[in-house]
T-cell receptor
Framework: EAGVVQSPRYKIIEKKQPVAFWCNPISGHNTLYWYLQNLGQGPELLIRYENEEAVDDSQLPKDRFSAERLKGVDSTLKIQPAELGDSAVYLC???????????????FGPGTRLTVL | QKEVEQNSGPLSVPEGAIASLNCTYSDRGSQSFFWYRQYSGKSPELIMFIYSNGDKEDGRFTAQLNKASQYVSLLIRDSQPSDSATYLCAVVYGNKLVFGAGTILRVKS
């Protein structure tokens, strides 16, 4: 079974440029998460989707970040414009169920390492 | 602010020893607790979850939960060099999974 797929794996951009990350979850997983992980820290949730619906985007900086999950499968996270402080690893994860018990079957993708110069 | 606290380490143990990793959390109402392992440059992978007070064992790993004291721990028996990684504790607050910053474990051969 294929895992969570993310692309690109690495991205280097200059500040004020736009950037987009793509995620394809495990087949059949209806819940999709985007996390941000800074060096030496744990992942922090940016947004959680159940199917097409963003059910928790309270931590998403909406002035520059946007996300979409059309058709309830793959998802794109965008930053426009990027700032120096956005340098981090962006992790996508998916799970089969929804709600709190879905976390016991949450699988992470390999992440996208973003460097903003 | 919902918090999950972990000692950053590094925790160094000799091969074959028991490694004990600890985590405290701030919300007494939390019901679900998770331990993830993260190798350098890799993504987190779930090791164990625990919902009830007491111990839960899976192979060399034992998770321990004490809700009254608001801590959860992970014991790794017969530690191996391949166990060297960062161990992340995570707690569900409402519907959100909140991670600690992790403890670096180093197992010396």
């Amino acid at each position: 079974e294929a895992g969570v797929v993310q692309s690109p794996r690495y991205k280097i951009i200059e500040k004020k440029q736009p950037v987009a990350f793509w995620c394809n979850p495990i087949s059949g997983h209806n819940t999709l998460y985007w996390y941000l992980q800074n060096l030496g820290q744990g992942p922090e949730l940016l947004i959680r989707y159940e199917n097409e619906e963003a059910v928790d985007d309270s931590q998403l900086p909406k002035d520059r970040f946007s996300a979409e999950r059309l058709k309830g499968v793959d998802s794109t996270l965008k930053i426009q414009p990027a700032e120096l402080g956005d340098s981090a690893v962006y992790l996508c994860a998916s799970s089969l169920g929804s709600g709190t018990r879905s976390y016991n079957e949450q699988f992470f993708g390999p992440g996208t390492r973003l460097t903003v110069l | 602010q919902k918090e999950v606290e972990q000692n950053s380490g590094p925790l160094s143990v000799p091969e074959g020893a028991i490694a004990s990793l600890n985590c405290t959390y701030s919300d007494r109402g939390s019901q679900s607790f998770f331990w993830y392992r993260q190798y350098s440059g890799k993504s987190p992978e779930l090791i164990m979850f625990i919902y009830s007070n007491g111990d839960k064992e899976d192979g060399r790993f034992t998770a321990q939960l004490n809700k009254a004291s608001q801590y959860v721990s992970l014991l790794i028996r017969d530690s191996q060099p391949s166990d060297s990684a960062t161990y992340l504790c995570a707690v569900v607050y409402g519907n959100k999974l909140v991670f600690g910053a992790g403890t670096i474990l180093r197992v010396k051969s």
